[in-house]
């Protein structure tokens, strides 16, 4: 068995059994990636150990990767509903403290260890170093060896059962997120009108102004039998069709400004052509759609942009990002021009900078790093994985500096977060394994079993306070939890279950909130 002890060999095995292993459903239920930390465990066990420096970059790369995700989601989800996520992420941390007092009163647990196990309970690394610092006692790390085993394993066995139990169509759930989250994009169609209205007849399309008077597009005009594709100058005569592209508000509004509805058909001659384009072009990310200048230099009308699976109407104010997908209406000429403009380029989208990734990660833990003192007794830092998550979702916000592009595509990040998380379970668990047995040996069964209750038994409240009271997402509860939890395995194990960022954002929003309130628990109970 010395070949397991060769750190590469051992880390690349670990992954391969785990990916096996998560495969496999039984009535339903898989591990997934979450199985890699299982058969850590037990290669810990065994004495096999993986550097530190491997759990540091996975996590690193797995956090900025979720933050750049999340950002763009992240403020919004925080102004619609970010009382209620953190009024849960409130009750975990205040409940699993309470218990930790609990262990003290009750059962006479020595206070260090009732702190560490605290600390272990919810996964968190600031919590054990702040648990140290205020008892001055080692046996902090002990209890938060003790508890930390089952704050991981707990966790991602939580919010896998859980819907199961309460028997949860997940498929429903990431349908109610999606039209919760896009629910103020109203979906885009399109209607043929008459020119029949006497304010409209022999009028501009600028001078009607209905772009701007109804959030309607002009997509093509039939006259005299002709179809072709107007500009702004374009005039409209009694009798004229014209295809409008719009929300259901928005053509009612062309209605009463132009005429009535027509079943009439309008094609396009062969000089014309509707194409759909792949905005590629870096240099056009954040840039405005009237920024493009279509219309005027290639007599072009954009009808519709898709972005995440929904239709935007397009106005001169929206500004594009990198994967958009954008139907135009143009001339056949005019199509290698503004397939060039736009990028329409698939292969781009599967490319990496690693140049922004680096200085993103760079600033996130500089950030990370800064500590602010409140009075001699009391400092607060980010630390590692806060300070790299705040400032990825600020970048994944921004998009864009200059010509520093700092999103990335879908693939991309779903590769490297992969890849990250795989590194980060492997490490943990090997560590996790290698004590577990040991500390049993030493400490009984009684510590794990409260490390066990104060993982546990706050998500259950929550849960169900949250089931009842706030009707949250299922998906949105359970990254709530595993970022209440300070849980990187735990989110692991919810976002293997969606395709939706809904656990990401929920995991982002409360995740420094419940570090920072860790930390002052931890405080005063050091106090008591």
């Given amino acids: 068995m010395d070949f397991l002890h060769t750190s590469y060999l051992a880390l690349f095995l ?49 956090i900025y990767t979720i933050g750049l995700q999340a950002g763009p989601g992240f403020f919004d989800s925080f102004r619609e509903q970010g009382k ?11 409940s699993a403290a309470f218990l930790a007092y609990l262990s003290m009163v009750l059962f006479h ?10 600390s272990g309970a919810l996964t968190s690394t600031p919590g054990l170093a702040t648990a140290i610092d205020v008892t001055e006692s080692p046996l902090a790390s002990i209890g938060y060896g003790i508890a930390y085993p089952f704050g991981v394993i707990g966790v991602i066995l939580f ?31 399109r209607c043929t009108f008459m020119v029949e209205n006497e304010g409209a007849i022999d009028r501009t399309i600028a001078e009607l102004r209905v772009r701007s008077m109804t959030k309607g597009v002009i997509s093509r005009v039939m006259h005299e039998g002709h179809a072709f594709i107007p500009h702004k100058d374009t005039v409209l005569h009694k009798g004229d069709y ?24 309008i094609e396009l001659g062969k000089e014309y052509v509707v194409q759909s384009y ?6 056009l990310v954040n840039k405005s759609l009237g920024e493009l200048n279509l219309r005027d230099n290639f007599n072009a009308t954009i009808t519709r942009i898709r972005r995440s699976g929904i239709d935007l109407s397009p106005n001169s104010t929206l500004r594009l990002q990198i994967g958009d997908k954008l139907m135009i209406s143009s001339e056949k000429e005019s199509v290698p021009q503004i397939s060039e403009l736009i990028g329409d380029n698939k292969s781009k989208l599967s490319d990496t900078n690693f140049f922004p990734l680096a200085l993103g990660i760079v600033i996130g833990i500089l950030v990370g790093g800064v500590s602010i003192a409140f009075g001699d007794s009391f400092s607060f830092n980010l630390g590692l994985t806060g300070g790299v998550l705040i400032v990825a979702m600020v970048l994944g916000r921004i998009g864009k500096t200059g010509p520093v592009l700092w999103v990335m595509s879908g693939n991309s990040n779903q590769l490297l977060r992969q890849f990250g998380l795989m590194l ?40 169900l306070i949250a ?37 990401s954002v929920a995991y982002a929003t409360v995740y420094p909130i419940a570090m920072v309130l860790l930390i002052i628990c931890t405080q005063i109970l050091g106090l008591l």
Avoid: W
């Fill in 14 to 62: 670990i992954i391969c059994i785990g990916f096996i292993i998560g495969n496999i459903k039984i009535k339903g239920i898989s591990l997934d990636i979450s199985a890699i930390i299982f058969v850590a465990l037990l290669f810990g066990h065994f004495g096999v150990s993986l550097p530190d420096i491997l759990q540091k970059i996975g996590l690193i790369l797995f």
């Fill in 242 to 265: 014209i295809r409008v592209v719009g929300t259901k508000e928005a053509l009612r509004r062309v209605e009463l400004l132009i005429g009535p509805q027509s079943n009439v058909e």
């Fill in 84 to 94: 209620n996520l953190v009024a849960i992420s409130v009750l975990v941390v205040l």
């Fill in 159 to 189: 919010v896998k059962l859980y819907p199961k139990v309460f028997k949860i169509n997940l498929k429903k759930e990431e349908v109610d997120y999606e039209e919760k989250v896009h629910g103020h994009y109203e979906a885009i169609t």
């Fill in 109 to 118: 647990i020595e206070k260090p260890i009732a702190i560490g196990l605290m």
């Fill in 278 to 283: 792949l905005m590629t072009k870096t240099e």
């Fill in 424 to 463: 980060f379970l492997a490490v943990v668990g090997t560590k996790a394994g290698a004590t577990l047995v040991d500390t049993y040996s030493q400490y009984g069964i009684k510590l794990f079993l409260i490390g066990g209750i104060i993982t546990f038994l706050p998500m259950f409240l929550a849960a």
């Fill in 467 to 503: 089931k009842v009271f706030f009707k949250i997402n299922t998906l949105t509860l359970l990254g709530t939890l595993t970022g209440s939890m300070t849980s990187t395995p735990g989110l692991a194990a919810v976002d293997s279950m969606t395709s939706t960022d809904a656990p």
